[in-house]
């Protein structure tokens, strides 16, 4: 029997983390899609730990946040990054991160920062997902081929339960399917950047009493440093008993099954603590980006289309960026009232952003890598000494650049996108580790307290939201009329608190449904409708 054609407004291969939120961004503005994934259920193999501000603040938009802290390390853990040759050896440097996790009130941010790991974010994203009635998220279903017209994407895939081809009718393909995409190399997409690659094995452990056999005290993170640099690392992942030992090398990447995990971890955590190997891991490390994140209907999200090195923990985080810029232009285009340059925004506003944050991320890692201690840091010697307090210097000279990265995660913008109108005002500087409040035509709309529990990021999401701190009501009547002819959705909030107009420097902020400023005025535009169809991407 022939096989029914599915037909889907969107279909998002990968369900990972950044094919969940994809699902999310569209299930929470009804729009239906269909999530296939390969594997039988979320990754259990641990990955990224580290989520930003940013993206606890989508966590927030999407009701998961409070799932996410309550399954990320616990408040009181430290989140303390220490560099020493082993856990009975001697101590090079501790870097204590409070902004790392934990729920330390900011004054940036209506949420900090938390360490919770994707084998527990990505089923509270999938449960997540899930909870809409329109997205349809399917496990053991396997992306086989596609071909695309000018209308629709036609999709092959193979229900691995049932041994089945079936044929999958889309509008549009967000490509979630990470590092090894087969669609992107099928449509002939490369990556570029980067300066070669590296191999890694890790290993997921159970070491219930690590922390009682040593004095270095408790570490989310911990950098053993040998006679060749940083050569092995621990991370902390639920801040009791459970951790990823990652080992780089070719050898070992080869040889998975060869490797005598027991010894290595001996040899950097001592023979006392017990422990058990409950999984291996095997991954490459590059910093490259996509030289397109758009063919056709067909767009690349998340490590589909940027990779980077893990140590500066960009790369799901910029991936959730993707989804949330990709997610309400599909959303837009579907419901009719995103114009045709809508979509083809993406590629022009978020590739910047993951080539930014790949090149730091290529900057630290030379970094580490260049940290090339004499042989002698390992010895108790007047020399030993002298080496670790020379290689405590130089992790002190980075540390702000490497552990904070605020600019990064809340100080991106989108000036100069085709979608948000244009400033003549000087732009904000660019900074890696300093977050600086503005609504400059592009970045993220900054956050106040609105109430005790309501922040100005919780009025964003649906349409396009006024932001408007003026007596002259004539301005949102012409801008609620100009956004009414053309369908676009628009709320005005008009805000007295004095706090919220000083940090928002004008009488008018118009935000996306993202949170992003597409522009600013004291007064009404002279053509309203000229600022709505450029901001829908109908300019
Ligand atoms: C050791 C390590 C530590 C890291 N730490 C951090 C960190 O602290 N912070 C951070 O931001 N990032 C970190 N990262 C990066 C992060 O893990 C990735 O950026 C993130 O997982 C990317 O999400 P994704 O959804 O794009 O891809 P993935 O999570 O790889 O998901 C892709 C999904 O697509 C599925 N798939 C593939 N092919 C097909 C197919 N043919 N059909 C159907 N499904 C398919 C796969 O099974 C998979 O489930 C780390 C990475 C590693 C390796």
Not at 174 to 196: F, K, Q, S, W, Y
Not at 220 to 235: K, Q, Y
Request: with cysteine.
């Amino acid at each position: 029997m022939k096989a029914s054609v599915i037909q889907t407004p969107v279909l998002i291969v990968g369900g990972g983390s950044v094919g969940l939120a994809t699902a999310i961004e569209l299930g929470s503005r009804n729009i239906p899609c269909l999530v296939i994934e390969q594997s039988d259920r979320p990754a259990e193999h641990p990955r990224a730990t580290a989520l930003n501000a940013r993206s606890m603040e989508f966590m927030r938009r999407w009701g998961l946040a409070d799932a996410i802290r309550a399954a990320a390390a616990p408040p009181d853990f430290p989140h303390t990054a220490l560099y020493c040759t082993g856990l009975n050896g001697f101590e090079i440097a501790k870097v204590e991160r409070p902004d790392h996790g934990g729920s330390r009130a900011s004054s940036v941010s209506p949420e900090s920062a938390q360490r919770c790991n994707q084998i527990w974010t990505d089923p509270i994203l999938c449960e997540g997902a899930r909870s809409y009635d329109c997205v349809d998220v399917r496990f053991l279903w396997k992306f086989e081929a596609l071909e695309q017209t000018d209308d629709l994407v036609r999709v092959t895939a193979l229900d691995l339960a049932r041994d089945e081809r079936q044929v999958i009718e889309a509008q549009y393909v967000v490509d979630c399917t990470g590092a090894h995409t087969p669609i992107r190399r099928a449509l002939g997409v490369a990556l570029n950047g980067g300066e070669g690659m590296t191999w890694h094995v890790s290993a997921y452990l159970r070491a219930p009493d690590l922390w009682d056999h040593h004095a270095m005290g408790k570490a989310a993170l911990i950098n053993f440093v040998g006679p060749g640099g940083i050569w092995r690392n621990l991370v902390s992942l639920d801040g009791r008993e459970l951790y990823r030992f990652g080992l780089r090398g070719k050898e070992f990447y080869d040889h998975p099954e060869a490797i005598d995990v027991p010894k290595l971890f001996r040899e950097v955590a001592g023979d006392k603590a017990l422990f058990e190997v409950i999984s291996m891991g095997r991954w490459t490390a590059r910093n490259v980006v996509a030289d397109r994140y758009q063919v056709g209907r067909v767009f690349f999200a998340g490590d589909a289309a940027h990779l980077n090195h893990p140590a500066s923990g960009l790369g799901l985080n910029t991936g959730l960026g993707d989804a949330t810029n990709i997610g309400w232009k599909l959303a837009a285009t579907i419901a009719g009232w995103g114009g045709a340059g809508l979509l083809a925004s993406y590629e022009a506003e978020r590739r910047p952003i993951a080539a930014r944050n790949v090149a730091h991320a290529q900057r630290m890692n030379k970094n580490d890598r260049g940290q090339k201690p004499p042989a002698e840091i390992v010895d108790d010697t007047p020399e030993g000494a002298l080496a670790r307090t020379e290689m405590s210097e130089r992790i002190a000279a980075a540390l702000k650049q490497k552990f904070v990265t605020n600019g990064l995660a809340l100080g991106y913008s989108y000036a100069g996108s085709p979608v948000c109108v244009a400033s003549e005002d000087p732009a904000p500087p660019e900074s890696i580790s300093d977050y600086i409040p503005s609504t400059y035509p592009g970045v993220r709309a900054p956050h106040a307290w609105l109430s005790q529990d309501q922040s100005t990021l919780d009025l964003f999401g649906d349409g396009f939201t006024l932001m408007s701190f003026s007596q002259d009501h004539e301005t949102p009547a012409r801008m609620t009329a100009a956004f009414a002819s053309r369908g676009v959705p628009l709320r005005v909030e008009a805000l007295t608190d004095p706090a919220v107009p000083a940090l928002y420097e004008r009488d008018f902020v118009l935000v996306r449904p993202d949170g992003h400023v597409v522009w600013r005025a004291d007064a009404a535009p002279v053509d309203p409708l000229a600022i709505v169809d450029r901001v829908r991407g109908a300019a």
